[in-house]
């Protein structure tokens, strides 16, 4: 498929490719969901530029619709902290060349172990503050952090977000499994940092 080809959603289902020409011969509104080789997902034809200005569209900022559900975020952050912790073993490891004695491994393993959540605090906030707004765990599932209106997020709200997640974990967890109760499945960290978690759109 050329670059300058389009797959249109008519009627439900994916038609085309049609040219940039061709499309002038469509009923597109505003909202039909197109697609052209180089993008992830389709998109709202309004959200598209040339588009915009082939057929006249103005356009819209939407709010995300398709939110991340519970064992996909829990699976990107399993992901997230199983590589913190294999880099962790393996520096921790390391340094056993230079400890010597049972006693003095264990310590030197165990009294650094809570940075493992400093660094994930560090790191995700980093990392969903990003162009990708994801962290690796995330971007393997194909979901990211966005603002309310699927915006990128600032550094600050990011590391606001990350540090909020204490008030989900303080209560047995509930903050987190909260995200059942909630339409847009916001855990109560989202909901501190005015975020969301979204997945991408399937046709």
């Known amino acids: 498929m050329s670059p300058d080809q ?40 309004h959200a598209i530029p040339e588009l915009r200005e082939l057929l006249g569209f103005s356009y819209q900022k939407t709010a995300p619709q398709y939110f991340a559900a519970f064992d996909q975020r829990l ?20 340094s056993y060349i230079f400890i010597e004695g049972k006693d003095q491994r264990l310590m030197a393993f165990m009294v650094p172990f809570p ?18 707004q994801a962290t690796i765990g995330k971007k393997l599932l194909n979901i990211k952090v966005t603002d309310l209106e699927g915006s990128r997020v600032s550094f600050g709200i990011s590391l606001v977000r990350n540090f909020s ?17 909630n339409k847009k499945n916001q855990c109560w960290h989202d909901i501190a940092a005015n975020t969301l978690v979204i997945k991408d759109r399937l046709i």
Request: aromatic letters at 16%; proline letters at 4%.
């Open 165 to 181: 997640k204490i008030l989900s974990v303080i209560p047995v967890f509930f903050g987190y499994l909260y995200s059942f109760l």
């Open 75 to 94: 699976l990107a952050t399993v992901i997230d902290h199983f590589i913190i912790f294999g880099f962790y073993t393996i520096i921790i490891l390391t």
């Open 115 to 132: 940075s493992i959540f400093i660094i994930k605090l560090i790191y995700g906030s980093i990392a969903e503050a990003s162009k990708n």
């Open 6 to 45: 389009y797959t249109v959603v008519i009627n439900g289902k994916p038609k085309g490719p049609y040219s940039l020409a061709e499309l002038k011969d469509l009923n597109i509104s505003a909202n039909t969901f197109i697609r052209k080789p180089g993008m992830d997902d389709y998109k709202e034809a």
